[in-house]
T-cell receptor, first 112, second 114 residues
Framework: DAGVTQSPTHLIKTRGQQVTLRCSPKSGHDTVSWYQQALGQGPQFIFQYYEEEERQRGNFPDRFSGHQFPNYSSELNVNALLLGDSALYLC???????????FGSGTRLTVV | AQTVTQSQPEMSVQEAETVTLSCTYDTSESDYYLFWYKQPPSRQMILVIRQEAYKQQNATENRFSVNFQKAAKSFSLKISDSQLGDAAMYFCAYISGANSKLTFGKGITLSVRP
């Protein structure tokens, strides 16, 4: 049973560019959340998708946007990249919120 | 707003010994869940243990147990018989019924000495 799959694993982008990160949730999970984890810090909530709609959003600018597809997979898009966007981006899926989230191994984004 | 505080940035334990990782949280909610996640160098966040706030009994998973003090808003993790594979970052996290996002602490780096 595959867990949460994220792609790519590593990415290097230039300041001002746009990036798309992808996530396939664990089988049976319908809710996908995205987190940003700066080096040495805890993950920060970006947003959550359920039934193809953004259900909740954290304190991130509109440059961060997302999408969920009918098969529950999700994308995170970041426009006009800043150096400060360099971080590990984690995708997490769940079916029952209190059951705990299953996390992917993340995408390491470096903005130069 | 809910907050999770892990005040110890690093801890070290001798293999086979016991270590306790501390966590406090702040919330006005009555319906919530608490979690401990482990993040090894592979980066994947792994669920270690969870505690429902309405349960008075402390959760236990093999060598891992928690000390949940609801009134004090404290949620510590005890690792017994520490193994080299326990070395990782550990994050305390919170989720409430009114809010479907996980709120994490800053984490603690645990090292295990052979």
């Amino acid at each position: 049973d595959a867990g949460v799959t994220q792609s790519p694993t590593h990415l290097i982008k230039t300041r001002g560019q746009q990036v798309t990160l992808r996530c396939s949730p664990k089988s049976g999970h319908d809710t996908v959340s995205w987190y940003q984890q700066a080096l040495g810090q805890g993950p920060q909530f970006i947003f959550q998708y359920y039934e193809e709609e953004e259900r909740q959003r954290g304190n991130f600018p509109d440059r961060f946007s997302g999408h969920q597809f009918p098969n529950y997979s999700s994308e995170l898009n970041v426009n006009a990249l800043l150096l400060g966007d360099s971080a590990l981006y984690l995708c997490a899926s769940t079916q029952l919120l209190y059951g705990g989230y299953t996390f992917g191994s993340g995408t390491r984004l470096t903005v130069v | 707003a809910q907050t999770v505080t892990q005040s110890q940035p690093e801890m070290s334990v001798q293999e086979a010994e016991t270590v306790t990782l501390s966590c406090t949280y702040d919330t006005s909610e009555s319906d919530y869940y608490l979690f401990w996640y482990k993040q090894p160098p592979s980066r994947q966040m792994i669920l270690v243990i969870r505690q429902e706030a309405y349960k008075q009994q402390n959760a236990t998973e093999n060598r891992f147990s928690v000390n949940f003090q609801k009134a004090a808003k404290s949620f510590s993790l005890k690792i017994s018989d520490s193994q080299l594979g326990d070395a990782a970052m550990y994050f305390c996290a919170y989720i409430s019924g009114a809010n479907s996002k996980l709120t994490f602490g800053k984490g603690i780096t645990l090292s295990v000495r052979p």
